[in-house]
């Protein structure tokens, strides 16, 4: 079992950064392929980025490319996920997802933290 903690959420003003963090615990995180997601009101949860296990590979969605950076620290069994140039466009709960295996950009993931909340004001 995995458990996952984020943190980092807030309300902040277009232009601005965020970073979120996503504390594993239960298991080496280094095992385990990690994603973020985002939903926002009345939308369904959407891909925003996922990494490997060593960190060679990232993908991101298309929104956000350039702007956001997802990395890791196995050694802390912590992710991370930069926001920078933030757009209203933005605002959503974002939550982070682990599994084993190959690193997929689908919400198939079995193991959630809980969420934080991201407002992007204009």
């Known amino acids: 079992q995995v458990q996952l903690v984020e943190s980092g959420g807030g309300l902040v003003q277009a232009g601005d950064s965020l970073r979120l963090s996503c504390a594993a615990s239960?298991?080496?995180?280094?095992?385990?392929?990690m994603a973020w997601f985002r939903q926002a009101p009345g939308k369904e949860r959407e891909f925003v980025a996922a990494?490997?296990?060593?960190?060679?590979?990232?993908y991101y969605t298309d929104s956000v490319k350039g702007r956001f950076t997802i990395s890791r620290d196995n050694a802390k069994n912590t992710g991370y996920l930069q926001m920078n140039s933030l757009k209203p466009e933005d605002t959503a709960i974002y939550y982070c997802?682990?599994?084993?295996?190959?690193?997929?950009?689908?919400?198939?993931?079995?193991?959630w933290g809980q969420g934080t909340q991201v407002t992007v004001s204009s």
């Open positions: 997802a682990v599994k084993d295996g190959v690193l997929i950009r689908n919400i198939k993931y079995p193991y």
């Open positions: 239960g298991r080496p995180s280094s095992n385990l392929a």
């Open positions: 990494i490997s296990q060593t960190g060679a590979i990232t």
